[in-house]
């Protein structure tokens, strides 16, 4: 399986809910990783967990809290998201954060609506 | 901090001709540089990066550290060609930073 493979496609929430995204991959990649697109602009990272540990956090709201329990999944649990969060939210994997030359392998995303 | 800057939002050209996407780059240390790709419907996906030195579906890119540049080239463009195509410059911890991106269309 050489894929990221993300849940759900599309998720619309409002601003008092609680949801989760999901990712998997089975690759034996060791770091894994969100990103936020949004529309017309590239991904920005948010997040990076390496060896299920958290590696780097680029400043994101805690209304966005990552997890990652074992090396294959990595969630991203969403509460109280504003308007302004809407977005495609793409997770990513690598074999490891040490090889930065080690390419990102990306799922297709989840993209997110708050109302 | 690292930045990467692609000058061109669009770039139109018409089969066969050659295709040029520009790319530059600030970082302070030595940068590994990578061409990502996203198609119609697909997922973005990695075109090339600067350390294999290899040509991926006629395209090239070579890195200019005295220009801090990393342009990514094609000689004869195809209408499979037409896609958003990202440079993306690695640091440490593997932080990928993505340019802001060039969508290419290939007329027939």
Same mark, same amino acid.
């Not at chain 2, 018409?14 to 990502?36: D, M």
């Not at chain 2, 996906?45 to 801090?68: C, M, P, V």
């Given at each position: 399986?050489?894929?990221?493979?993300?849940?759900?496609?599309?998720?619309?929430?409002?601003?008092?809910?609680?949801?989760?995204?999901?990712?998997?991959?089975?690759?034996?990649?060791?770091?894994?990783?969100?990103?936020?697109?949004?529309?017309?602009?590239?991904?920005?990272?948010?997040?990076?967990?390496?060896?299920?540990?958290? /590696?780097?956090?680029?400043?994101?709201?805690?209304?966005?809290?990552?997890? $990652?329990?074992?090396? /294959?999944?990595?969630?991203?649990?969403?509460?109280?998201?504003?308007?302004?969060?809407?977005?495609?939210?793409? $997770?990513?994997?690598?074999?490891?954060?040490?090889?930065?030359?080690?390419?990102?392998?990306?799922?297709?995303?989840?993209?997110?609506?708050?109302? | 901090?690292?930045?990467?800057?692609?000058?061109?939002?669009?770039?139109?050209?018409?089969?066969?001709?050659?295709?040029?996407?520009?790319?530059?780059?600030?970082?302070?240390?030595? @940068?590994?540089?990578?061409?990502?790709?996203?198609?119609?419907?697909?997922? +973005?996906? +990695?075109?090339?990066?600067?350390?294999?030195?290899?040509?991926?579906?006629?395209?090239?890119?070579?890195?200019?550290?005295?220009?801090?540049?990393?342009?990514?080239?094609?000689?004869?463009?195809?209408?499979?060609?037409?896609?958003?195509?990202?440079?993306?410059?690695?640091?440490?911890?593997?932080?990928?930073?993505?340019?802001?991106?060039?969508?290419?269309?290939?007329? @027939?």
């Amino acid at each position: 399986d050489t894929e990221v493979t993300q849940t759900p496609k599309h998720l619309v929430m409002g601003m008092t809910n609680k949801k989760s995204l999901k990712c998997e991959q089975h690759m034996g990649h060791r770091a894994m990783y969100w990103y936020k697109q949004k529309a017309k602009k590239p991904p920005e990272l948010m997040f990076v967990y390496s060896y299920e540990k958290l /590696s780097i956090n680029e400043s994101v709201p805690s209304r966005f809290s990552p997890e $990652c329990p074992n090396s /294959s999944l990595l969630n991203l649990h969403l509460h109280a998201l504003q308007p302004e969060d809407s977005a495609l939210y793409l $997770c990513a994997s690598s074999q490891d954060i040490k090889q930065a030359y080690s390419p990102l392998h990306f799922g297709n995303g989840t993209r997110l609506t708050v109302t | 901090a690292q930045r990467v800057t692609q000058p061109e939002k669009l770039l139109s050209v018409f089969k066969g001709a050659p295709v040029e996407l520009k790319c530059n780059y600030s970082y302070s240390g030595s @940068p590994e540089l990578f061409w990502y790709v996203q198609y119609s419907r697909q997922r +973005l996906q +990695l075109l090339l990066r600067h350390i294999s030195r290899e040509s991926i579906k006629g395209f090239t890119a070579d890195l200019n550290k005295g220009e801090t540049s990393f342009h990514l080239k094609k000689p004869f463009a195809q209408e499979e060609d037409s896609a958003m195509y990202y440079c993306a410059l690695s640091a440490a911890g593997n932080k990928l930073t993505f340019g802001g991106g060039t969508r290419v269309l290939v007329k @027939p």
